[in-house]
């Protein structure tokens, strides 16, 4: 074992985390928002929203991550009206294409989370609630998003740590994140095994960390659980 | 415009419809071959995780745990970059010199099917614990030998119950070949990456490489659909 080696190689790694954190960060965020809009559409009364809702959900989780990345990161710089929007100076950078990506791509799989734990509250709270005389936004907001919330609070942590995974993506747009680093590492030193073995454990401990936070909001969450 | 660009994912002169499609069934043959190197590793790796010894659980565990966190596409390069570098050493520890590579489409099935196996472990192990205990043991009371209690007990029951769950693993698999492309693999994306280049038509490539991962994700789709209807034909559900 070789360990200055190792240190260093780990210690190069870690700088890539700040990046791989944003990354997973940022389209967490974005992705929620557009997951619960979706979800949103896809109870709505109209058939037409339901249908673009679905067919949303069906692009994005039908083809590959990296295809969606090359199209935004390749693709769009060959739409006129795009090149001359203000979205270029964002779209022209492999960044924010990356956010991009990442949030459309988790927001498809958050929606149907969403739309589970929705559909998993039961009717008759809701009916108990209508009698009660509740209506609306007081209805969703006292029976329905609490419950879905502790419903889908699971799934979405899963979700979650797919999406750090997924970031490593970003990595093959030029992105210097963990797995960036680790693949430039590789090309200087050709130790390929010591160095994505240690990128690996950094995935590895990330994904531990979000999942004690999960289940402790879990907990948080649970009824009567506060402590 | 409209004309040219259909004549460029055409199967024309200058048409790229055939090469696609070429790389298409190459995808298609890679996310095959992955999707039963997983289903090898998962049964394995479900046996592990269920077996008594301690020992045994443990390194199930272990496998399921790490190739579930780790990204895939540090699999791959792992594959990738150390398989030549492994096979290369035991090639002069044989006495051949020079440097041996694998071919990529051997490193990336593998690097694939080892992330699916993983997932794959979790699923026949639920499906497994989800068999009534009361049917092998009446299987046994029959006088049914492990083997055929195995074959016709619950190899059976345990696919049926895993089936759904592997509908979404293939689906995973299917989009993680595309992973492949950037070792050097002329899968679908890679074939759409080299089209792109020479005709500087990136928007028209990707957006066709997608489409044909969505029709072939649905196609598969559908047929899996239709195993697991005839599969639990004899029940309520």
Redesign the interface.
Known sequence: MDWPFLTRTAGELLCGVPLTLRLAGTALCIGFLLAASIAALAQSRHAPLRWSARIYV??F????????I??IY??????EFLRASILWPFLAQAYWCAILALSLNTSAYGAEIIRGAIAAVPRNEVEAARAMGMSGFLLQRRIIWPQALRHGLANYGNEA?LLL??T??A??ITLMDV?GI??RL?AKT?R??EI??I??MI??CL??VIAVCVHMLERYLRPGGRV | MKASSLALVGFGVDGWGRLLLMAAGLTLAAALCSFAIGAMLGTAGAVLKLSSVATLRWIGTFYTTVFRGIPEILVVYLFYFGGSLALTHLMHLAGFPGFFSLPSFVIGVLAIGLVSGAYQTETYRSAYLRLERGQVEAGLACGMGRVVLLWRIIAPQTLRFALPALGNIWQSVLKETALLSIIGLVELLRQSTIAAGATRQPLLFYGTAACVYLVMGQVTGIGIRSVERHLSRYRGR
């Open positions: 069906g692009l989780q039908g083809t590959p991550l990296l295809v969606q090359f199209i390749y693709g769009f710089g060959q739409v740590n995974k997924a490593s993506l990595s093959v797995t680790a693949y590789v050709y390929s095994e994505f073995t990128a690996g995935y590895l994904a531990f």
